[in-house]
């Protein structure tokens, strides 16, 4: 069964706080994505990696930065956390262009 | 550019009775379309997807859509729906030549009542 884990399901962070959330997947998937969610604009491609070291923003990568070291995993990082930046962030995966797998996501509240 | 959008940000139905989340989309190349579900705190999960040949797509619970390549819609549809059918529905695209980046509709939430 295929799995896509995210570090927490729920995480409060003060202003300018330096945050990292993780994503594993066990599926050997070659691209991976991350999304954020808000209520009435769906989901939002912040980055996503096709390989490994390897990076492309998205539609709003602004306030964001992400990391990919191994292939398993693909990290989110805020640099200096900010209130606009709460939200739901949901982590992806895929091998083709058919079908991404998607972790539970991380509820990040920005106080 | 490509774009979906979905019609009904909510849809409150009785039990039983039938159902359409609408979406539609615009693109100048050819698609693959896709419906994903979410039911409450959980990640996304794909529900059906359209890739080629039949315009008419089903899932194993019920669900179905057609490609309608005319009115670039993607309309999901059920008979009868159930209470645990209560959930977040996203339709989404992606254009053949797009690489691997699918583009969300913002959702339709679907609220089942007994």
């Known amino acids: 069964d295929v799995k896509v884990t995210q570090s927490s399901r729920y995480l409060v962070k003060r202003t300018g706080e330096k945050v990292f959330l993780e994503c594993v997947q066990d599926?050997?998937?070659?691209?991976m994505f991350w999304y954020r969610q808000d209520p009435g604009l769906g989901l939002r491609l912040i980055y996503f990696?096709?390989?490994?070291?390897?990076?492309e923003k998205g539609d709003i990568p602004e306030g964001y930065s992400v990391s990919r070291e191994k292939k398993e995993r693909f990290s989110l990082i805020l640099e200096s956390a900010s209130t606009n930046q709460t939200s739901m962030y949901l982590c992806?995966?895929?091998?083709?262009?058919?079908?991404?797998?998607f972790g539970p996501g991380t509820r990040l509240t920005v106080t | 550019a490509q774009s979906v959008t979905q019609l009904d940000s909510q849809v409150p139905v009785f039990e039983e009775a039938p159902v359409e989340l609408r979406c539609n989309y615009s693109?100048?190349?050819?698609?693959?379309l896709f419906w994903y579900v979410q039911y409450p705190n959980q990640g996304l999960q794909l529900l059906l997807k359209?890739?080629?040949?039949?315009?008419l797509v089903k899932s194993i619970n019920g669900f179905e859509a057609e490609f309608n390549k005319s009115q670039t819609s993607f309309h999901l549809r059920k008979p009868s729906v159930h209470i645990s059918d209560t959930a977040e529905y996203f339709c989404?695209?992606?254009?053949?030549?797009?690489?691997?980046?699918?583009?969300f509709g913002a959702g339709t939430r679907l609220f089942v009542k007994a």
């Open positions: 992806a995966s895929s091998r083709t262009l058919y079908e991404q797998y």
């Open positions: 599926m050997d998937h070659e691209n």
């Open positions: 990696s096709y390989d490994v070291k390897m990076k």
């Open positions: 693109s100048s190349v050819s698609v693959y």
């Open positions: 359209y890739l080629s040949g039949s315009t």
């Open positions: 989404a695209v992606s254009e053949e030549t797009g690489g691997f980046k699918t583009i």
